[in-house]
């Protein structure tokens, strides 16, 4: 969690010395390459941070281990042809998933920064709305609907210029990552249609209409019009809809661009129509996601301009100044009975000079407290935060020592090799059979840092014993025959034997054992049994298959907990 508190630090922390106090060009590219190089490195190295991250990675190294040619693989794409070309540029710069995240984070933010950069008039602002009304959680959890959104964004020069043909080739060029950005085209089409009581009270009504019947809409859209999308039916994506509470958001910005709107700001801003008219649209999308929580997706290309619509607004408030019939200031009647809230009017609408601070200071703790709603509801599963240096952050010294039974089975082999490295463990590694060559960059990370030598991937079928002990490894040997080694561990008071035949060797075996009792699954791969330092117990045993990418795990509880030795 605390990577994304700082990361808050940082926008609001360098905002008044590279933004506010004497604004320069050169020093907003400072600020927002700053913030922006922080969120592309959380993006970059995360890990298994996102609903759909384990989802993208399976399907990326399903894409790389096909035997397809390239014209195959495009005529048989899963996904849109823009993304596959990403990933099978992320497969000739070595087919790593860490590589494909690289690059997608790149593609996701620099657009965004560029952006903010050219047109923001309050930078700071700008980046602390991409964060706290979570863009930027979306783009990990998202990531093609994010990058497909970054690219419809790029259109504000043209929203501007009213170069509408240049606005919906963007996002035809959107809809190569994610087809669901095509909805901006008739949204932004109806968005040039001025803004009025008669035009929001006309599409308020239809969007009631269909919002009465969108269950039978969707059905026959998924089945008749994007059948591709037909397996969403009968499933909570759209059967279960997001708290009422998540509309509280879109709706505060769509009155703030109303008021701002027919307060002046269409007078001074050619596009504050069209930005008015998106902030309108997306509140009555949001209202379908009450129901469909799916649709969240489809909100991305039309919400993102708020990142330059609400500066435009401040600047617009800061501007306005309000008239009192000659008199200074807010009076009231009774001024005996002036109350704290009258005065704190008074103040706010005096001449309307700190109308634009109040409301930029409204803005802020709206965000945040939705920041902090999203933070708690676990919005995106991109909380807490893990890395590829620690897959298994969030566990605490004592769970790892008085949870083990809950945590260990079936974690992921980044996740093991940091729960390892965490707790005051033994694990002892044998190789059976066929290590194979598809340890991913993560994983070998996660290994150098424990302090292993022997690059994994490299064995050729040799056979490989390693010992790591309060997350420093203390032994390894390997050879072309079967290794089998009698060994003292936690403290010498526990001893057991070790045994590998890597896939050269006469047997294939891995196994740890103590007399007669076996603690590993004994499966080709990765066999590990981790051992209490302190309780003397055998608190996992697991294999993973690294001779395929998805590393399968098979696990087992028979032994999860025996004490070795009398406590």
């Known amino acids: 969690m605390a990577v994304y508190y700082i990361l808050m630090a940082l926008i609001l922390g360098l905002a008044y010395p590279l933004c506010i106090r004497k604004p320069s060009t050169k020093k907003n590219i400072i600020y927002v390459c700053i913030v922006f190089g922080y969120m592309f490195l959380m993006s970059a190295f995360r890990y298994g941070i996102g609903n759909d991250f384990f989802n993208y990675r399976y399907f990326f190294y399903e894409f790389v281990s096909s035997s397809q040619s390239l014209a195959e693989r495009f005529a048989d794409r899963k996904f849109e042809i823009g993304y596959t070309v990403i990933m099978e540029i992320a497969k000739l710069l070595g087919g790593d998933y860490l590589i494909l995240n690289i690059l997608m984070a790149l593609f996701i933010l620099l657009p965004v920064a560029l952006v903010i950069i050219k047109y923001s008039k309050m930078p700071w602002l700008s980046c602390w709305l991409y964060l706290t009304v979570t863009f930027f959680y979306n783009s990990l959890n998202f990531t093609r609907q994010s990058l497909a959104a970054s690219i419809v964004l790029l259109s504000y ?128 999308i949001w209202i379908f996601i009450t129901k469909h929580f799916i649709l969240e997706r489809f909100t991305l290309p039309i919400y993102i301009f708020i990142l330059l619509s609400v500066p435009e607004m401040i600047g617009h408030f800061k501007e306005i100044r309000f008239k009192s019939d000659g008199q200074k200031g807010l009076h009231f009647k009774d001024q005996a009975d002036e109350g704290a809230v009258r005065k704190f009017l008074g103040y706010v609408l005096k001449n309307g000079k700190s109308l634009w601070a109040v409301l930029t200071g409204v803005i802020l703790i709206v965000t945040v407290t939705y920041n902090d709603m999203c933070i708690h509801e676990g919005v995106h599963g991109v909380f807490p935060y893990e890395s590829i240096f620690n897959a298994a952050s969030e566990y605490s010294k004592e769970q790892l020592r008085t949870d083990y039974r809950k945590i260990f089975p079936n974690k992921t082999l980044q996740q093991y090799l940091s729960l390892i490295s965490k707790g005051d463990y033994t694990a002892v590694i044998c190789v059976n059979g066929d290590a194979g060559d598809n340890l991913d960059i993560s994983s070998k990370f996660l290994l150098r840092k424990l302090g292993f030598k022997t690059d994994l991937n490299k064995l050729d079928g040799q056979s490989y014993i390693g010992v790591v002990s309060g997350g420093k490894v203390i032994f390894e040997t390997i050879s072309d025959n079967v290794i089998e080694e009698k060994l003292a561990i936690c403290d010498n008071s526990v001893y057991i034997t070790a045994v590998s035949g890597g896939s050269r060797a006469e047997k294939q075996i891995g196994q740890v054992y103590i007399d007669d009792d076996k603690f590993t699954p004994d499966l080709n791969g990765l066999n590990f049994a981790v051992f209490d330092n302190e309780l003397k117990k055998i608190v996992a045993a697991q294999t993973y298959d690294t001779s395929v990418y998805q590393y399968t795990c098979t696990n087992t509880t028979a032994f999860y907990g025996e004490i070795l030795i009398e406590e």
């Open 157 to 284: 020069y043209f929203i501007r210029e009213k170069k509408h043909w240049a606005v919906i080739l963007l996002v035809l060029a959107g809809s190569l990552f994610h087809m669901s950005v095509l909805i901006f085209i008739p949204v932004y089409l109806m968005s040039l249609i001025k803004p009025s009581a008669k035009l929001y009270t006309a599409v308020g009504a239809a969007a009631a209409v269909v919002f009465a019947f969108s269950d039978k809409i969707l059905e026959f859209l998924l089945t008749k019009v994007i059948s591709g999308y037909s397996e969403y039916l009968n499933t909570v994506f759209l059967g279960v809809g997001l708290s009422w509470t998540y509309l509280l958001v879109p709706f505060f910005f769509m009155v703030l661009g109303i008021a701002a709107y027919f307060s002046g700001w269409k007078d001074k801003c050619s596009e504050s129509g069209v930005m008015t008219n998106l902030l309108f649209y997306n509140f009555l």
